[in-house]
């Protein structure tokens, strides 16, 4: 991966993976409901922490595969399991770093930089960040192993959306 075009389409990828997380996860029973609860308790609304938590996930996703030099094309070979453990076990900077410079869709853009104001911020809103890394963590290894069909890598996630009907 050296240009600029491979770094967006690792992104691109990463980010789809972080927009299916939560409609795969939700397939379980009261899992939906357990994590709006989990927002509310937290202080955080529901739209916007959603949408922390799918660029959550895109983040580890695409730390793991940067660390790795993992190409977007190979990105479906990446466990789950991975990609939940750099949730939680890297820090925010880590998770910040190499990621495009220009975003093909605001939204990831508004989204990462609300992000990286809450990590930068510190306090209480890296608190949100450090209950929101859990979460991302816990809907990873559900998504991995407790779904009606588990999803070991990202490509089988990546499937099951597909199959699914959600959006590519």
């Not at 379980?28 to 959550?56: C, K, M, S, Y």
């Not at 820090?91 to 809450?118: I, K, W």
Request: charged share 20%; net charge negative.
């Amino acid at each position: 991966m050296t240009s600029d075009s491979d770094y967006d389409s690792l992104w691109r990828r990463c980010a789809h993976l972080g927009r299916v997380l939560l409609p795969l996860v939700d397939q379980e029973p009261g899992r939906q409901a357990d994590r709006h609860e989990n927002l509310r308790t937290w202080g955080i609304t529901t739209v916007v922490g959603e949408r922390l938590i799918q660029v959550f996930a895109a983040l580890a996703a695409h730390a793991v595969a940067t660390d790795a030099s993992v190409p977007a094309a190979d990105l479906d070979a990446l466990p789950l399991r991975t990609v939940a453990n750099a949730a939680t076990g890297k820090r925010d900077f880590e998770l910040l770093a190499g990621l495009p410079h220009t975003f093909t869709d605001d939204r990831d853009q508004q989204a990462v930089s609300l992000f990286r104001l809450s990590a930068y911020e510190g306090g209480q809103a890296s608190r949100r960040l450090f209950q929101l890394s859990r979460e991302v963590r816990h809907a990873l290894i559900v998504l991995a192993e407790h779904t009606p069909v588990p999803c070991h890598t990202c490509g089988d996630a990546f499937r099951q959306a597909a199959a699914a009907g959600l959006p590519q």
